[in-house]
């Protein structure tokens, strides 16, 4: 064991005092704050707001602490072709984010509930279900692009005013906590019945059971989910529009002309356990079952930028997942770099790349945005926009939107969702190969 002595303090303590420097930065760090000390107000000038590809923009939404950037993330993406086909103005267009919220967590539960049944029966222990993590963050407010997807191909959408946020939809972890619990108490039981002999087709009955109490619990808190509402609205040209007793099914196969299933996750996670090209598959975790893997292929950051620039050069946001690494953030400009802060010199560090972040899970998939433009100068991308779920502040971000530094792109995103067509034909091909399953890592809490 190496020790640290008082002589080796005494030796440290002469060695910072030798550089008079030193306490310079020590006294702008103690009166100013860390970061206004190391603010590179350079960096910021660099970064200004201004872009040659750029979408119009949307209503911004406010997530709050409902964890729902996923879903706030896919409404930027479809809301561009649903406004355009209902002839409304982007900016008066808003869609329901807690109808989503309520089928996900009514699908996340019922799945938890299935893979519980399809256990061997030698598998049928706590000491199984721990290790395999089918009750880690079993219905947790977070999701991915596929989840969203899923939702929306099964139980359809609504405008927000059909189904706006509760008081209690602004809290995702308060949620979560309680209905986890319930439905932990539910697997308690199934394993149970399960020990006991119980046929397959018994407990799914046992869990249509508990399907009905959730529909129940769920509304209670965050409201029963529309079966039929009469849409009205009026269009850009002042036209008052009325369909009466539409579906929410009706109301996507009508507005909605995206096909979601043209859109896959691609990501950059060069990491010890994942190679690139190939696909990956998060193995027991999704809403609707079996209908909504988390599936991705892993590519160079080049063809995530590649990708990206096209889809928007053709009209449509991208959604992206990434760090929001503190340390690289300026928010009251709204600006992400990875020089923002001059932390090299000032504190003599040197910071991960992004490999070392990932394998030493200092870099996650933390949250969801939407880019929805960039500025690129003789085929050399300088900054991208994204928007953000969370609004914005006196103090924050200007209008909602980051501009992102490219050199950000390149360490913080590690996925974005892409139509197929924006790939090469040999990317196409590699979506066809046998996915390798993983568990949850870290890395893909979000």
Not at 285 to 292: A, D, I, L
Request: glycine share 4%; net charge negative; aromatic share 12%.
């Amino acid at each position: 064991m190496v020790e640290i002595t008082l002589e080796d303090v005494k030796a440290f303590s002469k060695e910072y005092n030798d550089n008079p420097i030193n306490k310079v930065i020590e006294n702008a760090i103690t009166t100013n704050g860390l970061e206004n000390a190391c603010l590179d107000r350079d960096i910021i000038r660099e970064n200004q707001p201004v872009f040659n590809i750029e979408l119009p923009d949307t209503k911004r939404y406010d997530q709050k602490e409902s964890w729902k950037c996923w879903i706030y993330a896919g409404f930027n993406m479809i809301q561009y072709n649903m406004a355009k086909n209902l002839n409304m103005d982007l900016m008066n267009f808003e869609l329901s984010s807690n109808y989503i919220a309520f089928f996900d967590k009514l699908e996340k539960a019922n799945t938890v509930y299935e893979n519980i049944i399809r256990l061997p029966i030698e598998n049928a222990t706590l000491k199984y279900i721990k290790k395999e993590q089918l009750l880690k963050n079993c219905v947790t407010e977070a999701g991915f692009y596929e989840w969203f997807a899923s939702i929306i191909k099964k139980y359809g959408i609504v405008p927000y005013s059909y189904m706006p946020n509760p008081k209690e939809g602004e809290d995702g972890e308060k949620i979560s906590l309680i209905f986890r619990e319930k439905v932990k108490k539910d697997v308690i039981h199934i394993l149970k019945e399960k020990q006991q002999g119980k046929s397959e087709e018994e407990l799914r009955n046992l869990t249509k059971t508990y399907a009905k109490q959730n529909y129940i619990f769920l509304s209670k808190i965050l409201g029963e989910p529309p079966m039929t509402f009469d849409l009205e609205y009026k269009d850009k040209n002042g036209t008052y529009i009325s369909q009466k007793r539409i579906t929410p099914m009706d109301f996507k196969n009508q507005y909605l002309t995206l096909n979601l299933d043209d859109f896959v996750s691609i990501t950059n996670m060069p990491m010890y356990n994942k190679e690139y090209n190939k696909i990956y598959r998060l193995k027991h975790f999704g809403n609707v079952y079996k209908n909504s893997y988390r599936q991705f292929l892993n590519l160079p950051i080049e063809d995530l930028k590649r990708c990206a620039i096209e889809q928007l050069k053709d009209g449509i946001p991208v959604c992206v997942t990434l760090e929001i690494e503190s340390k690289s953030v300026y928010e009251k400009q709204g600006i992400l770099d990875t020089r923002v802060y001059n932390y090299k010199n000032t504190l003599n560090m040197q910071s991960l790349n992004k490999r070392e972040g990932l394998d030493f899970s200092e870099i996650h998939l933390s949250h969801c945005m939407t880019i929805t433009g960039a500025n690129v100068i003789s085929n050399h991308i300088q900054r991208w926009k994204v928007e953000d779920s969370y609004g914005a502040g006196p103090d924050e971000k200007p209008n909602g939107y980051y501009t992102m530094n490219d050199n950000y792109f390149d360490k913080f995103v590690m996925d974005v969702i892409i139509n197929k067509r924006y790939l090469t034909e040999e990317q196409r091909e590699l979506l066809n190969q046998k996915p390798i399953e993983y568990d949850i890592d870290i890395e893909d809490e979000i």
